[in-house]
């Protein structure tokens, strides 16, 4: 067990200790709350709309062949691979039509058989977020196609080409993107309740993504309502767009570092190398911190490599959202992590090392029935005081850190003497 001082565990107050057999009952309460009201939610919908639908031989036709098209995917997507990073793809094209085309019943079913097939043919997760996801995009399609039948009587008018149905379409499609976005990102949210909103909702590549597969949606819609073979036709351009989609986020996922989401080592360097050449050339400031989490070894030792990925993970998490969008962060092995801090002088540099000490420090993760706190040193260079290139800050920085940790861990340290202290711990500066 580690001190307290660097990780404590105290009563989380009811998480169930069957959290390792149960990877959902070792998640934030709330967190459990919303995925089961949602996962709930959908599945009174689907009973609803089943009860009350007259189903009919050419909707089961269209709703297994716009399945069959994303199985097709879905198999494209399992030759090519998909590791941990990899989250984007276009099966809305086809959840899109039978939202807008058949009676909601399908719209809400149609995620199920695909996000199994997701699980079996290309990479298994933890069950509930398969469960979570397809019920979350069941609901956000299911709502769309009910305000679409509520306004269009025909959904084959789509295949006419009148302007109402098509702009009604198109309404209906940002509607279902913005309510599976919502559902997600709440969930996201509650998950950690300390990350940005703006972290979970959309960024301008997320935008483009969304509009991408709203227009897809639609135009394969419409062809599917001028006739059902015509999908034959659509197929192709959609699996060669999933195809460039997948090969951009790879080269995303090759930057990164797939525990913590943030850059790692080779891909912080490149960048960092980057920020310091233009310093150079402008003139200006910049740090660079190294933080290391206190006595990680005793959190694996005590509670395990599972929760101290999720330490690494929550600590990544707080690190990012206490950071600029132009501060460089990445993990630089172990329980490391860098950041290199442009335009940043020796106050700014502490200030912004103190923030991320104490926000660390509030931070808290959920095992079994306790709760995993830990803190974290870190060492200061400045650029043109303590070097002038990104190896002479590395060494400069790693040598203050070796300070920090010899004089009792939990504090900031600089290579140099002349700044005192800012937080009352002892000699934080040497």
């Known amino acids: 067990m580690a001190a307290p001082s660097q990780t404590s565990a105290k009563p989380m107050g009811g998480t169930p200790a069957r959290g390792g057999r149960w990877p959902l009952l070792a998640q934030r309460r709330p967190l459990v709350l919303y995925l ?65 085309l058949l009676p909601p019943v399908y719209a809400l079913v149609a995620p199920i058989p695909l996000q199994i097939l997701l699980q079996l043919r290309v990479r298994a997760t933890v069950a509930y977020r398969r469960v979570f996801s397809a019920a979350a995009i069941g609901l956000a399609a299911g709502t769309a196609s009910v305000a679409f039948h509520a306004r269009v009587a025909d959904p084959g008018e789509l295949g006419l080409g009148t302007g109402w149905p098509i702009v009604t379409a198109v309404a209906c499609a940002a509607m279902f993107t913005v309510l599976n976005t919502a559902l997600i990102a709440i969930a996201a949210h ?33 062809l599917c309502g001028l006739n059902l073979a015509l999908l034959l036709l659509a197929l192709p351009p959609v699996m060669l767009l999933q195809r460039s989609l997948l090969h951009a986020q790879l080269q995303a996922a090759a930057r990164t570092d797939p525990k913590t989401g943030l850059l790692n080592a080779a891909a912080w360097q490149r960048e960092a190398d980057t920020e310091i050449v233009r310093a150079r050339r402008t003139g200006e400031m910049l740090a660079l911190l190294i933080v290391d989490i206190d006595h990680f070894k005793r959190v694996n030792d005590t509670y395990g490599h599972l929760v101290g990925d999720q330490v690494l993970i929550g600590v990544a998490a707080t690190l990012r959202s206490q ?23 020796v106050a700014e540099a502490r200030r912004v090392a103190e923030r991320l000490r104490t926000r660390v420090g509030r931070m808290a993760v959920p095992v079994d029935d306790a709760m995993i706190t830990v803190t974290i040193s870190a060492g200061v260079a400045i650029m043109n005081m303590h070097g002038d290139d990104l190896i002479e800050l590395l060494a400069a920085a790693d040598l203050a850190l070796y300070r920090a940790k010899e004089l009792g861990r939990d504090r900031i340290c600089l290579p140099a003497t002349q700044n005192p202290p800012t937080d009352g711990k002892p000699a934080t500066a040497h």
């Open 36 to 100: 089961v009201a949602i996962v709930a939610l959908d599945l009174a919908a689907i009973g609803y709309f089943a009860a009350t639908t007259r189903f009919a031989v050419a909707d089961l036709a269209t709703f297994l062949a716009l399945t069959a098209c994303g199985a097709v995917c879905i198999e494209a997507t399992r030759r090519l691979g998909m590791p941990a990073g990899v989250h984007r793809d276009l099966l809305s094209a086809w959840w899109l039509p039978a939202a807008l």
């Open 190 to 222: 509650t998950a950690d309740p300390d990350s940005r909103w703006r972290d979970v909702l959309w960024d301008r590549e997320s935008l483009l993504l969304d509009a991408v597969e709203l227009c897809l949606g639609v135009s394969v819609a419409i």
């Open 323 to 345: 950071l600029r969008d132009y501060d460089v962060v990445g993990r630089f092995g172990g329980e490391e992590f860098v950041v290199l801090l442009p335009r940043a002088d």
